[in-house]
T-cell receptor, first 116, second 109 residues
Framework: KAGVTQTPRYLIKTRGQQVTLSCSPI?????VSWYQQTPGQGLQFLFE???????NKGNFPGRFSGRQFSNSRSEMNVSTLELGDSALYLC???????????????FGPGTRLTVT | QQPVQSPQAVILREGEDAVINCSSS?????VHWYRQKHGEAPVFLMI?????EQKGHDKISASFNEKKQQSSLYLTASQLSYSGTYFC??????????FGTGTSLTVIP
């Protein structure tokens, strides 16, 4: 099976711009989660989608949004970029959950976003 | 609400044992463990559910003390391939999921 893929792998944007990141989960996985990883904050949960519905959301401002399509592919959007949004954005898919939390997440390689 | 891991970093010689702890201030329903090697994505190791048994994966095992809201990851007879950053992820009874602060483990020959 192909793993989780994320595009683009690297991105450089300017403050104030917006960006859309894409994630294709492993075939058959219906849960997709997004994380922001920075050296100082570690892995921070952004949101999780299951069957096109957002089930959980982390403590991020409304500038961060996402969606999931009927084929389970997911996109994440960040509007009005700030310097502090520079990070590695990881997407993870899961075949099952413990209820509302994904179980055994498979991570993609991430998108490295740099905001200048 | 982010669980706290200890130690923050540890250096071991091949064959030595290590314990990584994960502590939460909230009641937990499940604890998940992941390992991330430098420059790579995190990889799932195991999950422990409330009321479940201690889990094991080769020479890596974990326990979950529900009353203390803590989990421990045990690495025995460490190998060079064990090097990486270990993260615990905790699901609290409010269905919130947080990754821990991470523990950097380095195994040297």
């Amino acid at each position: 099976k192909a793993g989780v893929t994320q595009t683009p792998r690297y991105l450089i944007k300017t403050r104030g711009q917006q960006v859309t990141l894409s994630c294709s989960p492993i075939s058959g996985h219906r849960s997709v989660s997004w994380y922001q990883q920075t050296p100082g904050q570690g892995l921070q949960f952004l949101f999780e989608y299951f069957s096109e519905t957002q089930r959980n959301k982390g403590n991020f401002p409304g500038r961060f949004s996402g969606r999931q399509f009927s084929n389970s592919r997911s996109e994440m959007n960040v509007s009005t970029l700030e310097l502090g949004d520079s990070a590695l954005y990881l997407c993870a898919s899961s075949p099952t959950t413990t209820g509302t939390v994904p179980y055994e997440q498979y991570f993609g390689p991430g998108t490295r976003l740099t905001v200048t | 609400q982010q669980p706290v891991q200890s130690p923050q970093a540890v250096i071991l010689r091949e064959g030595e044992d290590a314990v990584i702890n994960c502590s939460s201030s909230k009641a937990l329903y499940s604890v998940h463990w992941y390992r991330q090697k430098h420059g790579e994505a995190p990889v799932f190791l195991m999950i422990l559910l409330k009321g479940g048994e201690q889990k094991g994966h080769d020479k890596i095992s974990a326990s979950f003390n529900e009353k203390k809201q803590q989990s421990s990851l045990y690495l025995t007879a460490s190998q060079l391939s064990y090097s990486g950053t270990y993260f615990c992820g905790t699901e609290n009874t409010g269905n919130q999921f947080y990754f821990g602060t991470g523990t950097s483990l380095t195994v040297i020959p």
